[in-house]
Nanobody, 119 residues
Framework: QVQLVESGGGLVQAGGSLRLSCAAS????????MAWFRQVPGKQREFVAR????????AYADSVKGRFTISGDNAPNTMSLAMNSLRPEDTAVYYC????????????WGQGTQVTVSS
């Protein structure tokens, strides 16, 4: 099993910055991707960004491209999301996720951390 713990959420004014972190523990040696998702009450959870450890490649949702940067170290499996130029529409609960393969559902999820951007 893999455990994920997020930290770094909070309240920030529009245009400001926040940095989220995710620490993975347990059987992390087989992790293929780690990612960030976010969810607003009443809406589906949406993909934000992911990092693929083997290729050290990254991918972003169009809504955050150019503003957010995902980074990480797969030894000891920590991942961060630097969020700049934040907008009120970025307000959501942000979740860290991980999976053992490059396709399919993310198997492991953190508990989530709230990000609130005031206008």
């Amino acid at each position: 099993q893999v455990q994920l713990v997020e930290s770094g959420g909070g309240l920030v004014q529009a245009g400001g910055s926040l940095r989220l972190s995710c620490a993975a523990s347990g059987r992390t040696s087989r992790l293929y991707n780690m990612a960030w998702f976010r969810q607003v009450p009443g809406k589906q959870r949406e993909f934000v960004a992911r990092i693929t450890w083997r290729q050290r490649s990254t991918a972003y949702a169009d809504s955050v491209k150019g503003r957010f940067t995902i980074s990480g170290d797969n030894a000891p499996n920590t991942m961060s999301l630097a969020m700049n130029s934040l907008r009120p529409e970025d307000t959501a609960v942000y979740y860290c996720a991980a999976r053992d393969t490059g396709f399919g559902d993310y198997r492991y999820w953190g508990q989530g951390t709230q990000v609130t951007v005031s206008s």
